[in-house]
Structure formats: C-alpha cells, structure tokens
C-alpha cells in the first residue's frame, strides 16, 4: 500500500503531531565540555581557529565551570597545557601541574561535576608524539602504556570521576584498569577513545593544545579513516579489557562506525565532535554562510540519531542555552 493511501506528509502538519512523532531528542544531560587548563594565573588566551575556546589557568577554568554547572551540562573533559616538556613526557604526571591542579580545584568547588581528563601524552612530549620513542621514532607501545597507567593514576588521585584514555596504544585500557584497581581506585570507569582516526579534523585543538607532532604523523597509532571493520575491532578489544564506555572520534564523518558500534554493542557510546568540526560551523556562522543555532544543533542531533549517548562538544554551553530557550 503506498500513495495516495498513505501521506508521509500527514505526520509533519504541525509542530505538535511533530513533536508526538519525534524519535530523537538532544538533552543537555548528553554533553561533555572541553577545557583547556594552562599554568599561572588569570591567564586566559583565546584560540584563533576556534572561537569562544581559551587557554585558561585554574582560576579562570573554575570560573567556566560555573557556567557549565549553572547551565546544567554534567561533565568536563580536560586537556592541559604544561610548564615544561621533555622526550618522556614527565609533567603528565607531575601532581602540582596544571591538571592534576584544576581537578583538585574544580572537584572541592563543584563536587557533582563530573571531572573528566583526558589521558594522553602528546600534550606532554617534547616532539609531540602519544607515547615514548624508540631511536627510530616509532611510539613503544608496551614501554608507553606504563606510562599511561602512571599518569592515570595520579588523576585518580587528584579526584579525577573517569579517566579517558586517547592515546590509542594496544592494551593501554587494560594497563590502566589494573592500575587503578590496584590502588583503591576500582570504582573510577574508562571512557575510551576506542576507534580514534587519524584525522584532519583535528588540526585547531594541535593549536590550542599546542601538541602537533614535531615530524611524521599519527597514522602508525591512530586508525586509517577508510576503515569500519577495524573499528568494531577496538571497541572489542577495550571492552575486554574493561572499558566502560567507548568513543567514536571525529564525530560527523565517522556516524557510521557510531551506528555500528551502537548496534553491536550493548554499551554507552560516546561521540568526539572534535575542532575542526566546531572550527567549519563557527567559520561559516561568522561569515553569515549559516544559521549557526540551527545548523549546531542539527549536527548534534545527528550525532545523537546516530546511536551516540555522549557527545562530547565545544558547543555544548551554547547548545545547553538553545536548548533551554526552547523548553
Ligand atoms: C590527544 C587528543 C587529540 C584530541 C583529543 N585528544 C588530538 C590528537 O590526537 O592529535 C583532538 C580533539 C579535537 O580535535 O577537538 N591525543
């Protein structure tokens, strides 16, 4: 049975019968807000390529999550930018850097925000690689994932509530799992970056956190962007070692793997919508090229309609005030 019997059209006649008929709704509770936590004080140093995303030193960065908290978004992801850089990576685990600081700070100021870092080494490194180098400049992965847990570890000792690895190292959820576990920090989950391309998308965060490799690139660790089946893969592979939630990143080029992840598995999925997809809809909003309300909040439902139960956005603050407007 199809036309003129059955009318699509009939369902779409007015914004109430759509409402009644939606399938898909964005929620303030689905968002994750990344910060940019600096040395210093008072510091606030705005990024170029990203408008409204700064450097901020821990005073100012409590001073957002106000905001953040005020506007009822649940969770911040942090990334730091550190005093000091060396081949080892060794301010990543250093207890009075920027971090480690803004956790301890933001967690006795905000207790319920959730407070997310992100655990890498990139931001770390001198040459800007994800974990130790052998002579060659090749990443050793088993050297690196002690690193890791270490760095893990002293989150968890900050106050860190999860720890999200995005190294993409083999067996680095295991390393770290077993880490926390064996330092009373069992309850503690791990939102993994499970299938993390290798993208270009991710070109305006290398600025803010200052951490673009010094040569080569990250394709002998992070994932070719041809590729799905691979995908499922590491999402398997996190999951066996404990992960509890994993994450597809970028985010709109990659709806697809989200889809398949969601299917496959019985998980909270999580989405990166990374810088440079934050970088075009900002670019062509300031231009007048787009209706930058409509066009966010569309992707992010996007993201959502795709199967993710997380996203994580730059846009979160503005999409939580659209969305409260709305109500
Ligand atoms: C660290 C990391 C990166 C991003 C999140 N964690 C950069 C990278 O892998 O080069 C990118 C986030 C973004 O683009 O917004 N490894």
Redesign the pocket.
């Known amino acids: 049975m199809g036309f003129p019997v059955v009318r699509a059209r009939r369902l779409r006649s007015s914004e109430n019968i759509r409402r009644l008929v939606r399938e898909n709704y964005l929620r303030v509770d689905d968002l994750v807000y990344p910060l940019f936590v600096t040395n210093g004080e008072g510091v606030r140093n705005p990024v170029e390529s990203m408008p409204g995303v700064s450097q901020q030193s821990v005073d100012m960065v409590l001073k957002e999550a106000g905001e953040v908290v005020e506007l009822g978004i649940p969770a911040v992801l942090l990334f730091g930018i550190p005093a000091y850089k060396d081949e080892k990576g060794s301010s990543a685990y250093d207890e009075n850097e920027a971090v480690q600081r803004a956790i301890r700070a933001l967690k006795e100021k905000y207790p319920e925000l959730l407070v997310i870092p992100?655990l890498?080494m990139?931001e770390y490194t001198s040459h800007g690689h994800?974990g130790l180098l052998d002579e060659k400049g090749v990443v050793m992965n088993d050297e690196t994932i002690s690193v890791l847990a270490k760095i893990a570890l002293s989150y968890a000792a900050a106050g860190a509530d999860i720890i999200a690895p995005?190294?993409m190292m083999d067996g680095r959820v295991a390393a770290v799992r077993e880490a926390l576990d064996a330092n009373g920090f069992a309850d503690i989950p791990i939102m993994s970056y499970s299938a993390k391309y290798a993208s270009g998308?991710?070109g305006?965060?290398?600025d803010v956190a200052e951490?673009t490799p010094q040569f080569g690139d990250?394709r002998g660790y992070?994932m070719d962007p041809a590729n799905s089946d691979e995908a499922l893969k590491e999402v398997w592979l996190d999951v066996e070692e404990g992960a509890d939630i994993v994450m597809v990143k970028p985010a709109l080029p990659y709806l697809d793997i989200i889809r398949r992840i969601k299917d496959e598995f019985n998980l909270p999925v999580a989405a990166?919508n990374?810088?440079?997809e934050y970088a075009m809809l900002k670019a062509a909003a300031q231009n007048g090229w787009l209706d930058e309300k409509r066009v966010v909040l569309e992707a992010l439902t996007g993201i959502k309609r795709a199967g993710a139960d997380i996203i994580i956005t730059y846009h979160a603050k503005d999409a939580a005030r659209w969305l409260k407007e709305e109500q």
């Open positions: 992100d890498c990139c994800c995005s190294d998308f991710y305006p965060f290398r951490s990250r992070q990166y990374v810088s440079g």
